[in-house]
């Protein structure tokens, strides 16, 4: 079993935290080309899924897609659940993970790879074909980001957690999007206490590290 | 329980498609405006989650996002699995299903919402804020969405289903996809014998009238 990851990006970031909250040691390949925004070519070759995380099983199966990745060890290792412990949690968590993913981390890769020059051409990860930058998506992607992080602290207001009272997915989802938001200077806006207040306790686990 | 649906659009069709596989009879309410591309104002004011589909339970918790209400269901209901019978199944299918549903729904969201002039300034479904369209985004929807229907009739060339041997949840998403777009002028380019080959089958399944 092999996970390929690339150290900067935020998405295999989510399957890194997932297996040290787990306490899963699983060996990983770091397929980022040193220095370059690129993934090597020779991992783009072999792969079609053409992205990371992907996790390459004995038998040669290829699960992309870092919730996935998540579900086969969620099924394998149940305890402690970072996925739910009973139908309505795992529910709640699924829906506010998607939204973490949909309203954040793909707002903000549309703001981050329709503005930056490296990107050209590659506006969409995972696609062999060209996929030219269009400017004004970048703006929107900026915009939504903006709603996400008011979004989320909303519902910090309520919830030590993301989906709740209990640490889970939507939380490591929810803090790779925050980081690499503040990273590429789209961070936090003015107020969202809560937010701020839920980012300092995630960040202090030793899972954020990863 | 209640399920809020919309008989014309594609998201929430994944839901009642499921509960059809299931057996399961959940009381489902049409929030569309009859005649109009939208949804009741009674029904955006109440629930900030703005879309469709969505499961209020009778705690009156509400769980958005149809993968999220699918794997409420499946938990409750595991037989017949549609989301997976062991750890590496249920990973191949929730890949294949975020596969579905990004590089084909979303694509045709894109092509849709930013092309036709009754969502002028609803380009994004779930949000209250204006969202302008975006032609370019239009563009590069279409030009996804034959990415995704050879991508797709790539993987069936050895699969009887798209997530490998059983029907499931990525069936689900894939079908409402292939539907939706050829209702938009958007439908499969020549070819893909053998997304056509699983097409008719999945649709001659009593679910696929849901």
């Given at each position: 079993?092999?996970?390929?990851?690339?150290?900067?990006?935020?998405n295999p970031r989510r399957v890194r935290i997932y297996l040290a909250e787990k306490g899963l040691d699983v060996p990983i390949e770091d397929v980022g080309v040193p220095g370059k925004p690129v993934l090597?070519?020779?991992?783009?070759?072999?792969?079609?899924?053409?992205?990371?995380?992907?996790?390459?099983?004995?038998?040669?199966?290829?699960?992309?897609?870092?919730?996935?990745?998540?579900?086969?060890?969620?099924?394998?290792?149940?305890?402690?659940?970072?996925?739910?412990?009973?139908?309505?949690?795992?529910?709640?968590?699924?829906?506010?993970?998607?939204?973490?993913?949909?309203?954040?981390?793909?707002?903000?890769?549309?703001?981050?790879?329709?503005?930056?020059?490296?990107?050209?051409?590659?506006?969409?990860?995972?696609?062999?074909?060209?996929?030219?930058?269009?400017?004004?998506?970048?703006?929107?992607?900026?915009?939504?980001?903006?709603?996400?992080?008011?979004?989320?602290?909303?519902?910090?207001?309520?919830?030590?957690?993301?989906?709740?009272?209990?640490?889970?997915?939507?939380?490591?989802?929810?803090?790779?999007?925050?980081?690499?938001?503040?990273?590429?200077?789209?961070?936090?806006?003015?107020?969202?206490?809560?937010?701020?207040?839920?980012?300092?306790?995630?960040?202090?686990?030793?899972?954020?590290?990863?």
């Amino acid at each position: 079993m092999r996970l390929y990851s690339w150290d900067i990006a935020p998405n295999p970031r989510r399957v890194r935290i997932y297996l040290a909250e787990k306490g899963l040691d699983v060996p990983i390949e770091d397929v980022g080309v040193p220095g370059k925004p690129v993934l090597r070519p020779d991992f783009l070759a072999k792969f079609g899924h053409r992205r990371v995380p992907l996790l390459e099983l004995d038998d040669g199966a290829c699960i992309g897609e870092a919730m996935a990745i998540c579900r086969y060890f969620e099924l394998l290792h149940p305890d402690p659940p970072l996925m739910g412990g009973d139908p309505r949690d795992a529910a709640l968590i699924e829906m506010w993970e998607r939204l973490a993913e949909w309203e954040g981390l793909h707002a903000l890769s549309e703001a981050f790879r329709n503005s930056r020059k490296s990107f050209a051409g590659r506006a969409l990860a995972g696609y062999g074909a060209p996929m030219p930058q269009i400017p004004a998506l970048a703006e929107r992607g900026a915009a939504r980001l903006k709603l996400f992080h008011d979004k989320f602290d909303a519902q910090l207001e309520d919830h030590e957690f993301v989906a709740g009272e209990g640490y889970s997915v939507a939380d490591i989802t929810t803090l790779c999007t925050v980081d690499f938001a503040e990273f590429c200077g789209l961070g936090m806006p003015d107020g969202c206490a809560n937010l701020r207040r839920w980012h300092e306790t995630v960040s202090a686990r030793p899972s954020a590290t990863a």
